[in-house]
């Protein structure tokens, strides 16, 4: 079976991720759209990989999963700080935020 398939579908939750990062303003959401779009980097760089029969695409793979760990733990702390700040988690409220 022809990996050629999962290109497409790489494309489309790559797109998905970019429309919904634009067009939902709360920060969680926000967040999960950039993971989204982690995902879809991932599942092309899989494809490639096993297109050409190279290993390369599943180590890159596995450091993207650990940097995506990192910002997820750091991303998630700061929507936090921000919540007990402003009692919102919208982007439109960061503005209210002072030093």
């Given at each position: 079976?022809?990996?050629?398939?999962?290109?497409?579908?790489?494309?489309?939750?790559?797109?998905?991720?970019i429309?919904?990062?634009?067009?939902k303003?709360?920060?969680?959401?926000?967040?999960?759209a950039v993971?989204?779009?982690?995902?879809?980097?991932?599942?092309?760089?899989?494809?490639?990989?096993?297109?050409?029969?190279?290993?390369?695409?599943?180590?890159?793979?596995?450091?993207?999963?650990?940097?995506?760990?990192?910002?997820?733990?750091?991303?998630?702390?700061?929507?936090?700080?921000?919540?007990?700040?402003?009692?919102?988690?919208?982007?439109?409220?960061?503005?209210?935020?002072?030093?």
């Open positions: 079976m022809s990996p050629a398939w999962m290109l497409p579908v790489s494309l489309v939750l790559f797109v998905l991720g429309i919904l990062f634009f067009v303003r709360d920060l969680l959401t926000m967040f999960m993971e989204v779009m982690l995902n879809a980097a991932n599942l092309a760089f899989l494809t490639f990989a096993r297109i050409h029969g190279d290993l390369s695409g599943q180590l890159i793979v596995l450091f993207v999963i650990t940097v995506a760990a990192a910002e997820a733990a750091v991303g998630l702390a700061i929507i936090l700080l921000v919540f007990r700040r402003t009692k919102s988690i919208k982007a439109d409220d960061l503005g209210r935020m002072k030093g």
